[in-house]
């Protein structure tokens, strides 16, 4: 059974600074992809952030500049580092995984991702 715990979130003010880790069990192969989403109250769920396993990346256009995702292959563990906080990134952050194939890479899709965590909040403050 494949299971995601987040862990990292926290509150924060503006222009701060948090690091979301995730990690990951249940399944193991070496062609996989993870990747970040976030919900804010009222908001449906968007993608933040994914990583392929060659170590290539996308970024929504909201956090580019901002935010980076990193992986480790060995451990099974994906992070996002945010930096220059703002009180609109507030939200629940997903990590998120899927290992079979995707056609159509990168995806910020939701649909594209089979493995989901229980989210950790990030609060941001003005």
């Known amino acids: 059974q494949a299971q995601l715990v987040e862990s990292g979130g926290g509150s924060v003010q503006a222009g701060g600074s948090l690091r979301l880790s995730c990690a990951a069990s249940g399944y193991t192969s070496t062609s996989n992809y993870m990747a970040w989403f976030r919900q804010a109250p009222g908001k449906e769920r968007e993608g933040v952030a994914a990583i392929k396993s060659d170590g290539s990346t996308t970024y929504a256009d909201s956090v580019k500049g901002r935010f980076t995702i990193s992986k480790d292959n060995a451990k099974n563990t994906v992070s996002l580092q945010m930096n220059s906080l703002t009180p609109e990134d507030t939200a629940m952050y997903f990590c998120?995984?899927?290992?079979?194939?995707?056609?159509?890479?990168?995806?910020?899709?939701?649909?594209?991702?089979?493995?989901w965590g229980l989210g950790t909040q990030v609060t941001v403050s003005s």
């Open positions: 998120a995984a899927v290992v079979r194939y995707l056609r159509y890479w990168p995806s910020l899709r939701e649909v594209d991702y089979d493995y």
